[in-house]
């Protein structure tokens, strides 16, 4: 096992793995981390082999600190990660927007698709981003993954409900909105969409559904019966406004 060097006011000790660096940074409260880190720069790669080592680094170091720790380890990074729970689990302790942003653009595009395998877990690391970090996980997976990724309307809701009202606008145009309306195959989907979705999109949901789908969904009483006790009073209105209209025609 390789051991390596550290030196602090002129004492020197050796560190050999993960642990015993978190245990060396506890020591020093915070005093000389920087210190300790640059010394263990070329080493801090091999030192960090998994979620849970890269984990109990973050929580012992200050913000500017953690950046430099996921500058130095940036190369292995998305090995360092095994999937969507461990990447949720970093987001959680990491206090400062802008180092969840440097983890996000250090994983890269392809180890975030790599990680994030269902509407659940993309939803859970949108929960834990704001702001400028939803747009950074939305852009680095795309539209076509996003595509693939949110299968009906309600694994579409799921992200929306995670996402603050700038990002749900971001999400419905790069899914585009031909896409979003065949989301909707289930009154159920119906439902979930209109909550999840901001007033605006929601009515603009409702109007680009296509009439016999509207009516299959929720054009009889039982239908009706399904999806009104899941909607707030404005939706049932927005809805029961467009089947009116349809018999109207």
């Known amino acids: 096992m390789n051991e390596y060097r550290i030196t602090i006011e002129g004492e020197t000790a050796t560190v050999a793995n993960a642990e015993e660096l978190v245990v060396a940074l506890d020591v020093l409260q915070g005093d000389h981390d920087r210190a300790v880190l640059e010394q263990l720069r070329p080493h ?10 890269l984990q109990r680094l973050l929580k012992v170091l200050q913000p500017e600190d953690q ?18 729970p461990a990447l949720r689990d970093l987001l959680v302790i990491l206090a400062e927007e802008r180092v969840k942003e440097a983890l996000l653009t250090g994983l890269g595009a392809e180890a975030l698709r790599r990680l994030i395998e ?13 702001g400028h970090g939803d747009v950074t996980v939305l852009d680095l997976l795309g539209p076509a993954f996003l595509c693939d990724l949110l299968e009906d309307g309600y694994a579409l809701s799921l992200a929306l409900n995670a996402l603050e009202t700038d990002g749900q606008h971001r999400l419905i145009a790069m899914l585009g909105w031909d896409h979003v309306v065949g989301l909707v195959g289930s009154a159920r989907d119906l439902a979930h969409l209109m909550r999840a979705l901001p007033v605006e999109l929601s009515h603009r949901l409702v109007a680009q559904l296509p ?30 406004a467009r089947l009116e209209a349809l018999d109207a025609e």
């Open 118 to 130: 269902t509407p659940e877990q993309l939803a859970e690391v949108l929960q834990w981003t704001y």
């Open 44 to 53: 801090l790669p091999a030192l960090v082999r998994g979620p849970r080592h």
């Open 211 to 240: 009439a016999e789908r509207v009516r299959a969904l929720v054009g009889n009483a039982r239908h009706w019966r399904s999806i009104e006790p899941f909607l707030e009073a404005a939706e049932r209105a927005c809805l029961r």
């Open 67 to 84: 950046l430099f720790l996921l500058a130095c380890v940036g190369p292995v990074l998305p090995e360092a990660l095994e999937d969507g």
